[in-house]
């Protein structure tokens, strides 16, 4: 677009008169430097209330590939937006006799609806649908260049793919008589005979093939005469730069007509390292066209975080890159199955002592901690091992030789604080319940570690995990010591721990409440003397404890019960407003500090009548001049 040349087109000055539209629009049809370009000036004329000299609001342009618009008076006077003020929006456009020849002259007819208005907006809409293909285009030009970098698997990949599944071999058997049993290995496809008196075949059972040796399960025919097993895997190639992480979902069958792994769409995702960021790109199949397409939007929420990693060539792919030393092959080497591979790569700049982890031989911990990175069992700070995991250096070699995870560091980071180790028994109990190992210091300010596990373990059914009740066991001690009861063996471990603890919450909860009818009881008397007043039909009643207070509010409907804390302290006063007809009928409710009223509601935070307005107005005048004579005598 001639910008420059654009500007020196003046704007014209116009005596005009208001519209229903938005705009009056005046359009010329200008060559520049051999490009015609279509020029509209739009004046705003529906908000002038008489005719009236204007300029115009703005200028627009287009020379139909696109459009912009000028506004002198912005600081950036160009701009990209068009005439929608959104996709299917237009302003309403008022043209005066042949003020819009240009747009008739310039833009095709309309291919619904023809009009000046019509022809502007299928332009602008014409020309966002191109820029928006050719930006769509240049977005998958971009992925179709990452997925084109690496094509075959490398050699000896398909082997491995075959290795994941040796374990997953079976015999499909079939019952013939009460002595005979037949099955086939899926390995070999052999036929097996049993004599059930011997060997008896059960389904999901162990079994060997007698023939290959293979190792597997039996499978009853006519009840699963087929078996599916998924398994993910990842295997990274060099690329310039970088390298390129291929996720792939393995689908193994294995059948008595022998195994077989299903290589259609087997590569779900990828992720493209070129030295500088990630890119991560997904697969999904065109049911229609039976095609592959790729793009940067995970819209069949994979997740490819996990899998078993391929190590023949992981060296050379790491090699000169800042990953070369973070032992992810090391990690794969030393897990029986799939392992965190995203997340560790991701982590690995910012949480350098992952590779530490991984080579102090602590790779169920690692596996675990990249499953969960923002636990606070590990200080990711620090440096030193001692210091990053919390332990001295034989809790680390003891977490080092059973190959523990977050749960056994947690164990191992409390027995440091408790200055002893865990037994047998209680490590059991521990594992079992699923203890949050972290609550129990605590415990053993009251009783032994040992007793109290004991009597956890024989509160909970076997099956069921400890959850709050350490929690709860605490916090019913603590109600004990509050309400000065003798800590005995008999209360430390009471037959139900839920009964007693609700049974305790309701006895402080009462001792609670009686202290503060007590402190209300002794500032009653005081209301009584001030606030005792009739005025014609009303009366005003001083509650008689806090629990009268509580049941207003419920009858009411309003919050006045959540008043009591502050009545007790003196900090307000509630006075119930009553009929003398009906004085155990609530009416409305007051609430009063000194002489001033401040506020009185009916039920459910109803106004004041004007009953209730005459006899507050000569309440009030009362209990001023109950003040005044008050201050009068000397003290």
Same mark, same amino acid.
Request: charged share 30%; glycine share 4%.
């Given at each position: 677009?001639?910008?420059?040349?654009?500007?020196?087109?003046?704007?014209?000055?116009?005596?005009?008169?208001?519209?229903?539209?938005?705009?009056?629009?005046?359009?010329?049809? %200008?060559?520049?430097?051999?490009?015609?370009?279509?020029?509209?000036?739009?004046?705003?004329?529906?908000?002038?209330?008489?005719?009236?000299?204007?300029?115009?609001?703005?200028?627009?342009?287009?020379?139909?590939?696109?459009?912009?618009?000028?506004?002198?008076?912005?600081?950036?006077?160009?701009?990209?937006?068009?005439?929608?003020?959104?996709?299917?929006?237009?302003?309403?456009?008022?043209?005066?006799?042949?003020?819009?020849?240009?747009?008739?002259?310039?833009?095709?007819?309309?291919?619904?609806?023809?009009?000046?208005?019509?022809?502007?907006?299928?332009?602008?809409?014409?020309?966002?649908?191109?820029?928006?293909?050719?930006?769509?285009?240049y977005h998958q030009n971009a992925i179709d260049r990452r997925i084109s970098?690496?094509?075959?698997?490398?050699?000896?990949?398909?082997?491995?793919?075959?290795?994941?599944?040796?374990?997953?071999?079976?015999?499909?058997?079939?019952?013939?008589?009460?002595?005979?049993?037949?099955?086939?290995?899926?390995?070999?496809?052999?036929?097996?005979?049993?004599?059930?008196?011997?060997?008896?075949?059960?389904?999901?059972?162990?079994?060997?093939?007698?023939?290959?040796?293979?190792?597997?399960?039996?499978?009853?025919?006519?009840?699963?005469?087929?078996?599916?097993?998924?398994?993910?895997?990842?295997?990274?190639?060099?690329?310039?730069?970088?390298?390129?992480?291929?996720?792939?979902?393995?689908?193994?069958r294995a059948s008595p007509l022998g195994e077989s792994i299903d290589f259609?769409?087997?590569?779900?995702?990828?992720?493209?390292?070129?030295?500088?960021?990630?890119?991560?790109?997904?697969?999904?199949?065109?049911?229609?066209?039976?095609?592959?397409?790729?793009?940067?939007?995970n819209v069949n929420n994979i997740n490819k975080g996990i899998g078993y990693?391929?190590?023949? /060539?992981?060296?050379?792919?790491?090699?000169?890159?800042?990953?070369?030393?973070?032992?992810?092959?090391?990690?794969?080497?030393?897990? /029986?199955?799939?392992?965190?591979?995203?997340?560790?790569?991701?982590?690995?700049?910012?949480?350098?002592?992952?590779?530490?982890?991984?080579?102090?031989?602590?790779?169920?911990?690692?596996?675990?901690?990249?499953?969960?990175?923002?636990? =606070?069992?590990?200080?990711?700070?620090?440096?030193?091992?001692?210091?990053?995991?919390?332990?001295?250096?034989?809790?680390?070699?003891?977490?080092?030789?059973?190959?523990?995870?977050?749960?056994?560091?947690?164990?191992?980071?409390?027995?440091?604080?408790?200055?002893?180790?865990?037994?047998?028994?209680?490590?059991?109990?521990?594992?079992?319940?699923?203890? /949050?190992?972290?609550?129990?210091?605590?415990?053993?300010?009251?009783?032994? %570690?040992?007793?109290?596990?004991?009597?956890?373990?024989?509160?909970?059914?076997?099956?069921?995990?400890?959850?709050?009740?350490?929690?709860?066991?605490?916090?019913?001690?603590?109600?004990?010591?509050?309400?000065?009861?003798?800590?005995?063996?008999?209360?430390?471990?009471?037959?139900?721990?839920?009964?007693?603890?609700?049974?305790?919450?309701?006895?402080?909860?009462?001792?609670?409440?009686?202290?503060?009818?007590?402190?209300?009881?002794?500032?009653?008397?005081?209301?009584?003397?001030?606030?005792?007043?009739?005025?014609?039909?009303?009366?005003?009643?001083?509650?008689?404890?806090?629990?009268?207070?509580?049941?207003?509010?419920?009858?009411?409907?309003?919050?006045?019960?959540?008043?009591?804390?502050?009545?007790?302290?003196?900090?307000?006063?509630?006075?119930?407003?009553?009929?003398?007809?009906?004085?155990?009928?609530?009416?409305?409710?007051?609430?009063?500090?000194?002489?001033?009223?401040?506020?009185?509601?009916?039920?459910?935070?109803?106004?004041?009548? =004007?009953?209730?307005?005459?006899?507050?107005?000569?309440?009030?005048?009362?209990?001023?001049?109950?003040?005044?004579?008050?201050?009068?005598?000397?003290?």
């Amino acid at each position: 677009m001639k910008r420059k040349a654009i500007e020196t087109v003046p704007m014209l000055e116009r005596e005009l008169k208001q519209t229903k539209e938005d705009y009056t629009v005046f359009s010329q049809l %200008l060559e520049i430097k051999g490009e015609k370009i279509l020029i509209l000036d739009l004046y705003k004329t529906r908000c002038i209330s008489k005719k009236s000299k204007l300029i115009p609001e703005k200028r627009y342009v287009t020379d139909r590939k696109d459009f912009e618009t000028y506004n002198p008076k912005n600081l950036k006077p160009w701009g990209k937006a068009g005439l929608e003020t959104s996709w299917y929006s237009m302003p309403d456009l008022y043209f005066p006799a042949g003020a819009a020849a240009a747009v008739y002259e310039f833009l095709p007819p309309a291919s619904w609806g023809d009009s000046a208005e019509k022809r502007l907006q299928e332009n602008e809409r014409d020309i966002k649908s191109e820029k928006a293909q050719k930006k769509m285009q240049y977005h998958q030009n971009a992925i179709d260049r990452r997925i084109s970098l690496v094509k075959d698997f490398p050699k000896g990949a398909v082997q491995w793919f075959h290795q994941l599944f040796e374990k997953e071999h079976f015999i499909f058997y079939e019952t013939q008589t009460k002595v005979k049993a037949a099955g086939v290995c899926s390995h070999c496809q052999k036929e097996i005979k049993y004599d059930r008196r011997t060997e008896k075949p059960m389904h999901n059972m162990p079994c060997k093939c007698p023939y290959c040796g293979s190792k597997g399960l039996y499978k009853v025919r006519g009840k699963q005469d087929q078996v599916h097993v998924h398994k993910k895997a990842i295997i990274m190639q060099k690329i310039e730069g970088g390298f390129v992480s291929r996720f792939l979902e393995l689908k193994y069958r294995a059948s008595p007509l022998g195994e077989s792994i299903d290589f259609d769409h087997v590569e779900v995702a990828r992720s493209t390292y070129n030295g500088k960021r990630r890119y991560d790109d997904y697969s999904y199949y065109r049911y229609y066209t039976d095609e592959i397409t790729w793009t940067d939007s995970n819209v069949n929420n994979i997740n490819k975080g996990i899998g078993y990693l391929y190590l023949d /060539n992981l060296e050379e792919v790491l090699d000169k890159t800042p990953f070369k030393y973070c032992a992810l092959g090391e990690l794969q080497k030393h897990t /029986n199955g799939p392992i965190h591979h995203t997340a560790l790569l991701e982590n690995y700049e910012r949480m350098p002592y992952i590779e530490y982890m991984i080579k102090m031989g602590l790779y169920r911990l690692t596996e675990e901690y990249l499953e969960h990175p923002y636990t =606070s069992t590990i200080n990711y700070k620090e440096k030193r091992p001692d210091k990053i995991l919390n332990l001295p250096k034989d809790k680390i070699k003891q977490l080092i030789t059973e190959n523990g995870g977050l749960d056994m560091l947690k164990r191992l980071q409390v027995e440091v604080i408790l200055n002893r180790s865990f037994t047998e028994e209680e490590v059991n109990i521990i594992q079992r319940h699923k203890v /949050n190992v972290e609550q129990l210091p605590g415990v053993m300010e009251n009783t032994g %570690l040992t007793k109290f596990l004991r009597y956890m373990s024989k509160s909970l059914d076997s099956r069921h995990e400890a959850g709050n009740f350490i929690l709860d066991w605490k916090d019913y001690i603590r109600m004990q010591q509050t309400s000065g009861l003798q800590l005995t063996t008999a209360n430390l471990f009471p037959r139900s721990l839920k009964a007693e603890h609700d049974k305790m919450l309701k006895t402080i909860k009462d001792m609670e409440d009686l202290e503060k009818n007590k402190k209300y009881q002794e500032i009653k008397s005081q209301y009584v003397d001030r606030y005792s007043f009739e005025h014609k039909d009303l009366v005003i009643i001083i509650p008689e404890t806090l629990q009268d207070i509580v049941k207003e509010g419920n009858k009411q409907h309003h919050c006045v019960a959540t008043y009591v804390d502050r009545v007790a302290a003196g900090q307000t006063c509630i006075l119930f407003l009553r009929k003398k007809e009906e004085p155990d009928q609530p009416f409305y409710t007051m609430e009063i500090q000194g002489t001033d009223i401040i506020q009185c509601r009916g039920k459910c935070n109803a106004d004041q009548t =004007s009953e209730v307005k005459s006899y507050l107005k000569a309440f009030k005048t009362y209990i001023e001049k109950q003040k005044f004579e008050a201050d009068r005598i000397p003290a």
